[in-house]
């Protein structure tokens, strides 16, 4: 018997018609662990009308009342982050200790969403003409559609849920198909804080249920996340579709390490960032750039690193890496190996034989270095997002630069240098939306906001923080003046301030 997953609808679990569903699982066994349903036009229909149904009700709910029930659900998602944590690590894969901590960022975005009542103050300003006052209100949009990808399945839906919650926006929540229990864990947590029926829906499926909430008139924005393609697609729809959108993309990102880095550090850095949740994040380090004269010394290191990982079932303890997410991305990826080799890139760690702590069907594949990686070869243009690690080699660092800027993607980059002026060099020049020196993953805290350039995201709006604000919410401004005699009389010309 295996675990039928359906959609979470006005406050409660909504089985639907289930005329399509698919498989989810358990990446370390192989194993189907759950079966989930697929939305059709019925279930669509269902979650947005649910959502519509609540927003009065929550947009004319207080701050106050707002604010309380985002804060205790802080508290049930820190209590029961562990629970969380098996839900993720049982369909996606990563090891319970790194889902944990894709556990600890979700948090800090609904701490910064307790915050409402001060992010959402507006402006006044006294007398901006005689007798005159202006001001402005942040309004909620209305019901807003998040669409979430596999790798993140708690992170990533909490960037937008408790903003747009925040803001007075209802939400329809789309997550991944791959791993969809964790939400419908959190949809359950905010039950359970005291979030109102509808205010937060789950639907779960595939391109129908992402197309219905784009073509939904009732949906007046979107916030997605996943791989370029379908996010430019979901740009490019929504859009003509009149509602507001953000859609971040893939990743391609460098790691720039110069001739002073601490070999070690960088050695360090390259490999956790390269390896951590398999290669599966979108600001997983996919090229480290060695400049010249150190590759060879940093490829030695890295190697020396990679022999020493633990790949396993993400339930033990003792794994540092898990499998991939499910047997077609197993696939698809170690395809990258066997292209790469055929390109002519030297493969100094083939992760196809490696030793596993876990089932023999689980979608195993160990970490892979590849050194001479040059531009035109498929390891390089295209994201694996897995645990496929390229070296390529500049000789100087405008080179090394001219490399990160000419990829189409611009999510994340990092400098390893113990140089300050190079340093800030790098972070002016390189055309890259969130850059670490010396930081491997520089996701931003949140009270920063998250997002790529160029094909790494569509729209003007990054995810969270401030941005996140400015993205669930609309201003008004009103220019007010209470009667007095001093404006009476007829004027038609073009109102000036006095
Ligand atoms: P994906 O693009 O396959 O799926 C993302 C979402 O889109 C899912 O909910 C999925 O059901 C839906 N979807 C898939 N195909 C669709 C289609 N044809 N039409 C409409 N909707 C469709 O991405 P994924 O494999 O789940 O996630 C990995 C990708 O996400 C990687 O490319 C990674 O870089 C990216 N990602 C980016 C960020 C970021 O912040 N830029 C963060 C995390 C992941």
């Known amino acids: 018997m295996t675990d039928r997953i359906s959609h979470w609808i006005d406050g409660k679990p909504f089985a639907g018609a289930a005329q399509r569903g698919g498989d989810v699982f358990d990446p370390a066994t192989g194993e189907v662990r759950a079966k989930v349903d697929f939305a059709g036009e019925h279930e669509i229909a269902q979650a947005v009308a649910a959502a519509s149904a609540a927003l009065p009700g929550w947009r004319g709910t207080s701050l106050a009342a707002r604010t309380r029930i985002l804060f205790a659900f802080r508290e049930l998602l820190v209590a029961r982050k562990h629970e969380l944590a098996k839900i993720v690590t049982s369909e996606h894969g990563k090891v319970e200790s790194d889902a944990a901590g894709e556990i600890a960022r979700a948090i800090e975005n609904v701490e910064y969403a307790c915050g409402a009542a001060q992010l959402l103050k507006g402006g006044f300003s006294e007398n901006a003409s005689t007798g005159v006052d202006v001001y402005s209100i942040a309004q909620p949009l209305g019901v807003v559609g998040v669409i979430s990808p596999f790798n993140f399945p708690a992170m990533v839906p909490l960037w937008f849920v408790p ?9 329809v929540l789309k997550p991944s198909e791959k791993d969809p229990s964790a939400a419908n864990f959190i949809a359950e947590l905010f039950a359970e804080a005291g979030l109102p029926a509808g205010v937060l829906n789950v639907l779960h499926g595939d391109k129908v249920a992402v197309d219905g909430l ?9 916030s997605f996340v996943g791989s370029t393609p379908i ?3 979901v740009y490019e729809t929504a859009t003509r579709n009149g509602k507001r959108v953000q859609a971040l993309g893939g990743a391609k990102n460098h790691m720039v390490v110069l001739p002073d880095a601490d070999l070690d550090l960088a050695a360090d850095a390259a490999v956790s960032a390269g390896f951590g949740s398999a290669g599966e994040r979108c600001m997983a380090v996919s090229v480290v750039v060695a400049v010249d004269p150190v590759g060879d010394e940093l490829v030695r290191k890295i190697a020396e690193r990679i022999a020493k990982l633990r790949v396993g079932d993400g339930r033990k ?13 197993h696939e698809r990826v170690e395809s990258y190996v066997d292209a790469g080799v055929s390109a002519g890139a030297t493969l100094v760690v083939d992760g196809r034989g490696v030793e596993v ?5 689980g979608f195993w594949l160990g970490p892979t270095l590849f050194d001479h990686v040059r531009p035109e070869m498929p390891v390089y ?8 690690l390229s070296v390529a080699r500049a000789d100087s660092y405008e080179a090394a630069l001219e490399l990160v800027n000419a990829n189409a993607y611009g999510n994340g980059t990092a400098i390893f240098t113990g140089d300050g002026a190079a340093a800030r060099r790098f972070q002016n020049e390189v055309e890259v939306g969130m850059v670490g020196i010396n930081v491997p993953i520089p996701v931003p805290v949140s009270y920063y906001s998250f997002g790529g350039w160029k094909d790494s995201l569509f729209g003007d709006s990054h995810a969270y923080g401030p941005e996140g604000f400015h993205f669930f919410t609309r201003t008004k401004v009103v220019t007010s003046r209470w009667p007095d005699r001093s404006h009476a009389g007829v004027n038609l010309g073009f109102p000036k301030n006095s």
Do not use: Q, W
């Not at 784009?214 to 979107?222: F, M, P, S």
């Not at 303890?317 to 991305?329: F, I, K």
């Not at 702590?357 to 069907?361: A, H, I, M, S, V």
């Not at 243009?381 to 496929?388: K, L, M, N």
């Open 381 to 388: 243009t295209d994201e694996i997002f897995g645990p496929v």
């Open 357 to 361: 702590d876990g089932e023999p069907g």
């Open 214 to 222: 784009l073509e939904h008139r009732d949906v007046k924005a979107i």
């Open 317 to 329: 303890p003792t794994s540092e890496m898990g499998p991939l997410v499910t047997r077609a991305h």
């Open 231 to 233: 996010a430019r697609y």
């Open 163 to 171: 903003n747009a919650l925040a803001c007075g926006n209802t939400v």
